[in-house]
């Protein structure tokens, strides 16, 4: 059985498989044997750089008959350099059409950052930096309130473009603010999460507006290892109350994190590239967490930040930029 999460009145399968980082060389086939084992949700963003190869994992699943378009979950990410009005409809567009598709389930602002705008043609996805090429390289920001980004984000769903709206890495603060003008409310707001970055009082701030949740990074530290954002003594995976859990319950460690993530109401979106995982991480409705052990984990709690770029800004684009203080 496939979880669901309710996202304004539409159902979102609440595993989805986390495109970030996947090699566009070997994405088509990661996205393919996904949708082969069973998943239906797909996150996606501009950013990540591997969209027309995730399209073509998409479009062979469709043709052989795996599922239909309609039975796919496709979110996207608006990037922080299309956050004028005049620009969000076209990073849609693009994204849509890198795609292979016609309409987004979901789009998110991917930062509360906005960035200078970079022409398609002189770099997509432009990513962090202004211009990579001059002496000193770094990001160069815009002024652009986030009102008027998501007022032409309204109009993506006017257009029919996007079937649900909504936010990435904002505090309860700019949600706050967000509902305070939004003429469409945000469907979704997703955001880090896992046993070391809780958030219980943002996640409590989205669901008091009836916001739905995506937890990213839900396994914590291990993405970041191999871009030497975390080190690897800061798994999650062999924590004793993860360890016992597993054991009591016949799971695996990550089997564990990720229901942790599902029992308390937020989606889950792991990437994996090894098909024996993506399997694992799809398959976490034959078991379920106590209240005891769902406290325990909750516990860990350090309120450890791994995609922070309040750090990596500086530390990679030579600008310090903060959001979350
Ligand atoms: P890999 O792609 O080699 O499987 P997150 O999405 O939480 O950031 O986690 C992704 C990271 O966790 C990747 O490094 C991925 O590596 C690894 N990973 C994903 N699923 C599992 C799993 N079931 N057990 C252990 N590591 C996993």
Redesign the pocket.
């Known amino acids: 059985m496939v979880q669901t999460i309710n996202v304004d009145n539409q159902v979102m399968p609440a595993v989805g498989l ?1 495109l970030w980082k996947i090699d566009p060389d070997t994405v088509a086939q990661t996205v393919y044997d996904a949708i082969k084992a069973g998943y239906r949700h797909l996150d996606s963003a501009a950013d990540y750089a591997n969209e027309v190869e995730v399209g073509q994992g998409i479009a062979r699943a469709i043709a052989d008959g795996l599922c239909s378009r309609e039975e796919l979950w496709i979110t996207s990410k608006l990037w922080n350099t299309y956050h004028r009005k005049e620009h969000v409809e076209a990073a849609c567009r693009r994204s849509l059409a890198d795609l292979g598709l016609d309409y987004f389930d979901l789009y998110l602002v991917h930062f509360p950052i906005a960035l200078q705008f970079v022409d398609f043609a002189d770099r997509y996805p432009p990513e962090w930096l202004f211009d990579p090429q001059v002496a000193q390289p770094g990001m160069q920001l815009d002024r652009v309130p986030l009102s008027e980004t998501w007022g032409a984000m309204e109009q993506l769903v006017e257009a029919k473009l996007a079937r649900q709206i909504g936010v990435c890495n904002y505090s309860a603060s700019l949600l706050h603010d967000l509902m305070s003008y939004a003429n469409i409310k945000p469907a979704m707001l997703q955001i880090e999460s896992h046993p070391y970055l809780t958030q219980e009082a943002l996640i409590r701030t989205a669901q008091s507006y009836d916001i739905a949740v995506t937890a990213f ?4 530290s ?2 970041y290892v191999a871009i030497d954002m975390a080190s690897e003594a800061e798994t999650v ?1 062999t924590q004793p109350v993860v360890l016992a859990a597993a054991e009591r319950a016949g799971a ?1 460690p ?1 089997q564990v994190v990720l229901r942790w993530g599902l029992q308390r109401g937020t989606a889950v979106i ?5 098909p024996q ?1 993506l399997v ?2 799809l398959s976490l409705s034959d078991f379920s967490l106590t209240d005891e052990e769902m406290a325990a984990i909750s516990g860990l709690n350090q309120n450890r930040r791994f995609n922070d770029p309040g750090a990596f800004c500086e530390e990679a684009f030579n600008t310090f930029y903060s959001i979350y203080d």
Do not use: Q, Y
């Open positions: 986390g990074s839900p396994l914590g291990l993405s995976l695996t990550a792991p990437k994996t590239t090894n995982r694992e991480n």
